[in-house]
């Protein structure tokens, strides 16, 4: 009896053992946050070929896999605006090689797609002796909370001011219980069908984003099935993505 008894004592603590081991491993194993860091030249002339960069990281990481790194690059006040492939030159640097024709202030705009994350950090650059300054500000990094109004997207979400992303936020959120987050997404007044959409999702101030894909369930209407594990405030970003369109909304709920 006493043997059986020791046995029984020492399975357990082996056990238990095993699922604290598991559960630091799965900790660990939360995915850290992509981060894109844009360089440009301090002092660019027109007709001067510059190089614009980015330093893309994970944690320490050097990022070496991207799917998807361009750079949109627009004069301030225009509504076009060019989108450039860049080429990846090794330990996270992806470069486009880029020449202005003319003085002004310019937003650069590094899309980055990588490991089932987006980021889009702009920056304003000046070129050679512009006679004014634009209103625009600086924006650094994706996760900065945009502004918007009647549905149109904002400096963050780049000249795509025709594509509005209405994020049904009248339900009844509960922890542990399903439910759909919508989106509905029009360009130019049109539902804007087979578009690249996810969800980033994330509580309150919390570092970790968990990024999910959602399916067109009718035209310009993307859903995705979500539980809440807790209570409290969620952030809901939708990305659009579609051609040259890349655009987001974030939005704010309350889980009860």
């Known amino acids: ?33 992509l981060e894109v860091d844009l360089i440009a030249p301090e002092d660019i002339l027109p007709g001067n070929e510059v190089v614009l960069a980015a330093e893309v990281t994970q944690g320490e990481e050097k990022v070496e896999d991207a799917d998807e790194v361009k750079f949109e690059v627009r004069k301030v006040g225009d509504e076009d605006s060019e989108m450039i492939k860049a080429t990846h030159q090794g330990k ?27 980021n889009m950090p702009s920056e304003k650059i000046t070129v ?11 924006h650094h990094h994706s996760d900065t909370k945009d502004s918007h109004e009647n549905g149109e997207t ?5 000249h795509h001011s ?13 922890v542990d219980q399903k439910v759909n987050l919508s989106a509905q997404i029009k360009n ?23 990024f999910v894909e959602a399916a067109e369930k009718e035209n310009g209407v993307y859903i995705y099935e ?3 594990p807790k209570s409290g405030t969620y952030h809901i970003k939708v990305h659009v993505e579609k051609g040259e369109i890349h655009d987001h909304k974030e939005e704010v709920i309350t889980v009860n």
């Open 1 to 33: 009896m006493k043997k059986f008894l020791i046995l029984f004592i020492t399975l357990f603590i082996m056990m238990t053992g095993c699922s604290n081991s598991e559960s630091g491993v799965n900790k660990e194993e939360e995915p850290e946050l």
């Open 92 to 118: 996270g640097m992806y470069e486009i090689k880029k020449t202005f024709k003319e003085d002004g202030e310019y937003m650069v705009t590094a899309h980055v797609t990588a490991r089932s994350m987006h």
């Open 128 to 138: 050679g002796n512009p006679a004014g300054t634009g209103s625009e500000t600086e």
């Open 154 to 158: 904002t400096e963050g979400n780049h």
């Open 162 to 174: 025709h594509v509005s992303i209405d994020l049904d936020t009248n339900q009844d959120f509960k």
């Open 188 to 210: 130019e007044n049109q539902p804007l069908t087979d578009a690249a959409v996810r969800f980033e999702i994330w509580h309150g101030e919390d570092s970790v984003h968990e």
């Open 226 to 228: 979500k539980v809440f």
